[in-house]
Nanobody
C-alpha cells in the first residue's frame, strides 16, 4: 500500500505562488507514476499535472500549463507542485495521486486526502 500526505496549501492573493508537497510512504515513488488532481466546490475533480515513472514525461492541464511545474525527488520520496501566477479559478482541494504504471492513468491506484488552496482576488 501507498500512503500519500499533501502539504503546502493555504490562502494566497492572485498572482502569488505556492509549493505543494506530497510525501509518500509504504513504497518508494521511484516505481510509481505521480500526479496532482484538483476539485473545486460543486465541480468535478480534474487533472492538473503528472510526471512519469522515469521523470522524462510531464503533462499539464491546459489551464495550468506555463504556470505550474511538477517535479519529483525520489530520494525524499516526495513529489512537488510549484504553482505561480495563481488565479482565483485555481481555488480547489489539491490531491496527490500515485499509479502502478509508467504514466499516470485517469484513475490512479492511490490518493492522498488533499490540501486546500484558496486564491483571493
Amino acid at each position: 500500500q501507498v500512503q500519500l500526505v499533501e502539504s503546502g496549501g493555504g490562502l494566497v492573493q492572485a498572482g502569488g505562488s505556492l509549493r505543494l508537497s506530497c510525501a509518500a510512504s509504504g513504497r518508494t515513488i521511484s516505481s510509481l507514476a505521480m500526479g496532482w488532481f484538483r476539485q473545486a466546490a460543486a465541480k468535478d475533480r480534474e487533472f492538473v499535472a503528472s510526471i512519469s515513472l522515469s521523470s522524462r514525461t510531464t503533462r499539464y492541464a491546459d489551464s495550468v500549463r506555463g504556470r505550474f511545474t511538477i517535479s519529483r525527488d525520489n530520494a525524499k520520496n516526495t513529489v512537488f507542485l510549484e504553482m505561480t501566477n495563481l488565479k482565483p479559478e485555481d481555488t480547489a482541494v489539491y490531491s496527490c495521486a500515485a499509479d502502478d504504471s509508467i504514466l499516470l492513468r485517469a484513475t490512479p491506484n492511490y490518493w492522498g486526502q488533499g490540501t486546500q488552496v484558496t486564491v483571493s482576488s
